[in-house]
Each structure stands twice: as structure tokens, then as C-alpha cells.
């Protein structure tokens, strides 16, 4: 066996997110999709870099966006706020970023994970993804394969 065990990230590696404007379109309405860029530029939604720029208010937050469910909701959200959106609408733009339905696995992922369950390798998931990714991963039949 080559390997001892296998170690995935979950972001950009097994998964990748959907379109900022497919999550916007998809969480209040096809209107909205020209938001998505907007949103994405300001690191507003899940798959932006860092924005350009992060208000005063928001920077501790961001600095632990990823280190529990709260302040990745509130880091998003927020700046969601500061793009524009309301309070109510960041939230559910940030809810659409959670669900298995904004997530899709890459076209090698269930592939590769069978192949090292049949070879028996352990495989984990290790992420500083601030949300629980396991519902988003028993979605696709992956559980079996991928303990978080």
C-alpha cells in the first residue's frame, strides 16, 4: 500500500461551490443574480477571496470566520449587509452556502474514494470550513468513505 492514509480538504478539493450568482439567483430569485459578482467582489459569499475591503466593524470577525459556525455566519452575512443586501436577505444568501444543493462534488471525487476504500486506506476530511460539511456529504453518498 502506498499510502498510510489520505487527508482531503473539503473546499476546493472534494467539493466545489456553485456560481456566486447561481447562489444568489437560487436564494431570492433569478433577479437577483446580477448581485453575485458583486457580492463575490466584496468576499461577501462562500468561493470569494478576501475583500478588497473589509469594514472596521467586521475585521475581527473575519480574522475568525473559520473557526466556528458563528462568526463564518456573521462574517458573511455582514458583509453581505455592507454590499447592500438587507439583514434578512444576507441571511438567506448565506443559508444557500450551506446546503448540499449549492455544493457538487468534482467529477474524480466519488472515483478516488472508492478506489481507497477498496484498497482500504483511511481517508479523513480536514477543514477550516466554518460550517458542518457532513450534511453537504452524505447528500452525494459519500459518508461511508469520508469521516469528519
Not at 430569485?29 to 473589509?54: M, R, V, Y
Not at 456529504?137 to 468513505?145: F, K, N, P, R, V
Amino acid at each position: 500500500m502506498p499510502f498510510d492514509a489520505v487527508l482531503f480538504d473539503f473546499s476546493g478539493t472534494l467539493f466545489h461551490v456553485e456560481s456566486a450568482a447561481a447562489a444568489v439567483a437560487a436564494s431570492l430569485g433569478p433577479d437577483f443574480a446580477e448581485w453575485g459578482p458583486k457580492l463575490k467582489h466584496a468576499g461577501a459569499i462562500n468561493g470569494s477571496d478576501t475583500p478588497d475591503e473589509l469594514p472596521d466593524h467586521l475585521a475581527d470577525v473575519w480574522e475568525r470566520r473559520d473557526l466556528s459556525h458563528e462568526a463564518h455566519k456573521a462574517a458573511y452575512s455582514g458583509l453581505s449587509v455592507h454590499a447592500g443586501l438587507s439583514p434578512e436577505q444576507a441571511e438567506l444568501v448565506y443559508a444557500r452556502g450551506t446546503t448540499a444543493q449549492a455544493w457538487h462534488p468534482y467529477a474524480d471525487t466519488a472515483p478516488v474514494l472508492h478506489r481507497l476504500h477498496d484498497q482500504r486506506v483511511p481517508v479523513a476530511v480536514v477543514s477550516n470550513i466554518g460550517w458542518d460539511p457532513r450534511p453537504v456529504i452524505e447528500a452525494y453518498g459519500l459518508a461511508d468513505y469520508l469521516p469528519v
